[in-house]
């Protein structure tokens, strides 16, 4: 049956985005449009967004995973934008200039860049975007940024190693507008490094 839904949100991981406004404050903003390949991260957001505007005027960015227990913290985020006044694009949102209050989150210092981390999120990447350009209609920013330092919570490492252990780490996921955890684990890679 072939069919054509409204958005593709197949299941990816939930990221809320920390980058600097003009005036040095803090932004903060939740994507589901992210993936990793080695040390870079790819990010696909709306060119409206104050998110955007901030990463075209400065490169540096705190990537934060936040768990599946932290959902309404992210959805308090959803509704609003730091753009003022609202694009004409986002007819249903708010403007906010203190997310992290509004979403009753920590801005946590970076050791790397200038945006804060998100202290509740089990992991933050710091991160520099390297390209940031629209894609091919123009309707969205797609953002390369290479990973300068990695933030765990010691309990999701594998003790005595750099790992993550997956078996502790649940993204929160964003499957067609609705949050999930991970289930159980199904088995491992042949490339697996951790047991």
């Not at 949102?93 to 509004?102: D, G, M, P, Y």
């Not at 710091?126 to 990695?150: C, H, P, Y």
């Not at 929160?172 to 042949?190: I, M």
Request: net charge negative.
């Amino acid at each position: 049956m072939e069919i054509k839904p409204r958005i593709l949100y197949i299941g990816t991981p939930v990221v809320l985005l920390s980058t600097e406004n003009d005036d040095g404050s803090p932004n903060l903003a939740p994507m589901s449009s992210a993936w990793a390949l080695g040390w870079t991260v790819v990010l696909g957001l709306g060119v409206d967004g104050q998110t955007a505007h901030n990463l075209r005027a400065r490169p540096d960015v705190v990537v934060n995973l936040p768990g599946p227990d932290q959902w309404e913290a992210v959805e308090r985020l959803a509704p609003l934008t730091g753009r003022d006044p609202v694009p004409a694009a986002k007819p249903a949102f708010r403007h906010e200039r203190a997310k992290f209050e509004a979403a009753g989150l920590t801005p946590l210092p970076s050791r790397s860049v200038r945006p804060p981390r998100v202290a509740e999120c089990p992991l933050q990447l710091e991160a520099r975007a390297s390209t940031v350009q629209s894609d091919t209609a123009g309707e969205f920013l797609i953002v390369e940024a290479r990973v300068l330092a990695v933030h765990a919570d010691p309990a999701l490492v594998v003790p005595g190693t750099e790992h993550v252990d997956p078996g502790a780490w649940s993204p929160l996921v964003y499957n067609f507008r609705h949050y999930f955890g991970l289930g159980a684990e199904l088995g491992h890679s042949f490339r697996s490094e951790t047991p």
